[in-house]
């Protein structure tokens, strides 16, 4: 996967159309060289005016800027090839017997696996440890809910652990209980970590060849560029080591773990600001859970369960003191909020860690799930970026609203409110929590609807975006939150050469088209690769 250096010869890109700030424009070229865009045009000019270079004919179809994955995490995607994928399943047996059937032909060790979601069950209740044991008895199970902040492990993982009745919860998670007191099964958030932690760790090559397999994988989905969100201090020693064999396939943007001592050893060093194939360029913290296992911090109790608001993964003071020194230290905070309380409290922090010391970038709030009308307007007014992932409104908008309730389901998702308060969206798929794809992504952030074309008309439709603001929020927008304004995400002058074409015409065809359309040539650094894993 090593990729080669920028061809020597000088590429003119001929037969499609160019997507530019105003959408797909026809009759235009583009001129390569030295890994970047030497020119963008008329086509019949850059002939003109480069007779020698070496024309690459692509038949129709749209030239876009490369995808960039705004927020991923690159070693769980990778890991899922050697995982039970419990995804998209539909009720608790289709689950066991997909489970069963994986442990029968991988019967050494752990049985790992992750996708599962209750709220997707015909019963939508969380599964037992029971329901494990009936086949897994003796070896220890650990399967992660499909938001990766809930695992379901069986009574050998529990007891391994040592969690049993009179195991307190640690801080920022909880440990569900029967009626007796007893553990369920169901660990989440910080929970999860008191079985994560005996999991056998990966060697460095495993860890190398996983890190690898994500990244091929959003490359053969068209990102030439990913954020990864929560890397600790062996995943950056593995990327350093890749970067420096050349041996990244697409250019990786990391954010540090919330990790203290991690943190201060890192941002001592300024941040590099040209563009390469690897970056540190900040930190992630975890304020709140999520919505589907009612981590998600919110103002007011669930409307489904009233005895809890959710979660504080991590005490807003605590993330408050790091992401001020990671501010000042001239990188980039980056917050998981999704619940309107945790999307408030990041919004109070960083308001106050911005008038301490800021650098370049603008600092980030990772999902911005549920807002109140208010909070919404205050990215713009503070400039904080709102990362979002589209696909999640089509995953989660046929239970949102019982959680919320019909007073506070319109802060749901709330894009347009974001994008028309300043806001600046920038759009990824969680992966693996979403399938990386990022055309059902478009195609929901358009529709708000999920495959299935559900609900009808769309989930609270006044949120819907253009196709044009959402491909910016795929290229642009996600370069522009990463600081990059000219040479990453764009098609234009001293641009970087990433390219992704498509054979389909991007700007006519309808949603349910968008979903079905596949990456057909791909250029990182000016050097065209295979999109095969």
């Not at 689950?95 to 209750?118: C, I, Y």
């Not at 999860?192 to 460095?204: C, F, G, M, N, S």
């Not at 990391?254 to 930190?283: C, D, I």
């Amino acid at each position: 996967m090593h990729l080669p250096p920028p061809p020597a010869q000088i590429q003119l890109l001929v037969g499609a159309d160019v997507w530019t700030a105003q959408g797909p424009q026809k009759g235009l070229g583009l001129l390569l060289g030295k890994g970047k865009i030497l020119a963008v045009g008329p086509v019949e000019n850059l002939y003109k005016n480069n007779p020698k270079a070496h024309k690459v004919e692509l038949p129709g179809g749209v030239l876009l800027p490369g995808f960039i994955e705004g927020h991923a995490h690159v070693n769980g995607l990778g890991a899922m090839a050697g995982e039970v994928d419990l995804v998209g399943l539909d009720s608790l047996p289709a689950t066991l017997t997909r489970t069963r059937e994986w442990s029968g032909a991988h019967a050494q060790g752990w049985l790992l696996g992750r996708g599962w979601d209750q709220n997707r069950w015909t019963v939508k209740t969380f599964p037992r440890a029971l329901d494990l044991d009936a086949f897994k008895a003796t070896q220890p199970a650990f399967l992660e809910r499909v938001d990766g902040h809930a695992a379901w492990v069986n009574t050998a993982a529990l007891t391994l652990a040592g969690i049993g009745p009179q195991t307190p919860d640690p801080a920022g998670g909880k440990i569900l209980r029967d009626e007796q007191g007893r553990p369920t099964g169901i660990l989440l958030d910080s929970a999860v970590d008191l079985v994560a932690r005996h999991i056998p760790k990966p060697t460095d090559a495993e860890l190398e060849s996983r890190i690898k397999t994500g990244l091929a994988t959003l490359r053969a989905n068209g990102f030439t560029s990913v954020a990864d969100m929560g890397i600790d201090a062996r995943e950056l020693a593995a990327y350093r080591r890749l970067a420096a064999a050349k041996a990244l396939p697409i250019r990786v943007f990391a954010y540090l773990s919330h990790n203290h001592a991690l943190m201060l050893r890192e941002l001592k060093a300024p941040r590099n600001r040209r563009l390469s194939f690897l970056q540190v360029q900040g930190v992630k913290f975890y304020l709140d859970g999520a919505l589907g296992s009612r981590g998600a911090r919110l103002l007011a109790p669930y409307a489904d369960d009233p005895s809890t608001t959710g979660l504080w993964v991590t005490e807003p003071a605590k993330v408050a003191l790091d992401a001020t020194i990671t501010l000042k230290a001239g990188y980039q905070p980056a917050l998981h909020a999704i619940g309107d309380g945790a999307n408030r409290a990041a919004l109070d922090l960083l308001a106050t860690a911005m008038k301490k010391g800021r650098g370049t970038l603008a600092p980030r709030i990772e999902h911005a799930q549920i807002l109140t009308a208010e909070d919404a307007a205050r990215f713009g007014a503070l400039g904080v970026v709102a990362s979002v992932q589209p696909i999640q409104c089509a995953s989660d908008h046929s239970w949102t609203p019982a959680r919320l309730g019909p007073a506070r389901v319109e802060e749901a998702f709330p894009w347009r409110r974001l994008l028309d308060g300043g806001a600046l969206l920038a759009f990824g798929s969680d992966a693996p929590v979403e399938d990386p794809n990022p055309f059902p992504g478009l195609a929901s952030a358009e529709t708000r609807q999920d495959g299935a074309g559900d609900p009808p008309g769309g989930f609270l439709p006044s949120q819907r975006l253009s196709r044009l603001e959402a491909v910016r929020a795929y290229t642009a927008g996600n370069a522009k939150a990463l600081g990059h304004t000219k040479d990453l995400g764009t098609l234009q002058k001293g641009a970087v050469a990433d390219l992704l074409w498509v054979q389909a015409p991007l700007g006519e065809i309808s949603p349910e088209a968008l979903r079905k359309v596949k990456p057909g040539r791909l250029w990182v650094n000016g050097v065209e690769v295979a999109l095969g894993h």
